[in-house]
């Protein structure tokens, strides 16, 4: 496997990772998903379909796999990447559900908050967490921007889900700079975070204050 490696890494002028990286999926195509393999040689197919297929299958018994391929392709050449991955994970989820479950562990044990250096004097923050929490945080971020394009804002709503985010972390009072080079003033600062679930501790409820957001006086940006 090794001389395969370096050897179509000198062919294709690629790292040697990459080529491993290609040697896996052919060797995947080939031995666990011939008739994927067979889509994408007439052209039904691309490989990044058949990517998510091999990741998404990885550790799973071969004969499991196999019913998940026979599961999913009928409608991928329809579908997708974004729907043929979301297609897999379900089947992946009926089929192995154990394996499911460990693997859902895994990247949850995983999750991590990233910076990035960006242009201009920006960055960028990634946050890897589980997919309900992201979903939970993103309809905070967008119920407290229509708030407050509601009452006035003129930032768009993108601007207002950075600067909301930016504003509870660091427990901020006052909004990021506005389109008309204002600073909004909080009234009252809260997150109705949608849980609902207690935390353990002495049955506190994971519920927050509403913001309420007012931009009746606004000063200008220092």
Do not use: W
């Not at 979301?86 to 460990?102: G, M």
């Not at 859902?104 to 991590?112: D, I, M, S, V």
């Not at 939970?136 to 394009?149: D, E, H, S, Y």
């Not at 009252?188 to 975070?193: F, L, N, R, S």
């Amino acid at each position: 496997m090794h001389g395969s490696r370096e050897e179509i890494a000198c062919v294709l002028r690629v790292p040697e990772p990459v080529a491993e990286a290609k040697l896996h999926t052919a060797t995947e195509l080939v031995d666990r998903f011939p008739a994927t393999l067979a889509a994408l040689r007439v052209g039904n197919l691309g490989l990044p379909h058949a990517n998510i297929l091999i990741d998404a299958t990885t550790g799973i018994a071969d004969e499991v796999a196999a019913a998940v391929e026979a599961r999913v392709l009928p409608r991928a050449a329809n579908q997708t990447a974004a729907a043929y991955r979301r297609s897999v994970a379900r089947a992946v989820t009926r089929l192995a559900p154990q394996q499911a479950e460990e693997r859902h562990a895994q990247a949850r044990a995983e999750r991590n908050v990233t910076p990035r250096p960006l242009p201009d004097g920006m960055g960028g923050l990634t946050a890897v967490i589980p997919a309900d929490d992201l979903a939970a945080v993103m309809g905070v971020l967008n119920r407290m921007a229509k708030r407050r394009l509601a009452a006035g804002d003129l930032r768009s709503i993108g601007q207002l889900r950075a600067d909301t985010l930016v504003d509870r972390v660091l427990a901020r009072t006052t909004t990021g700079s506005a389109a008309d080079g204002s600073v909004g003033r909080a009234v009252a600062v809260g997150v109705d975070c949608g849980c609902g679930a207690g935390d353990g501790n002495r049955g506190a409820r994971a519920d927050h204050r509403r913001a309420v957001h007012a931009h009746r006086r606004r000063r200008p940006a220092r």
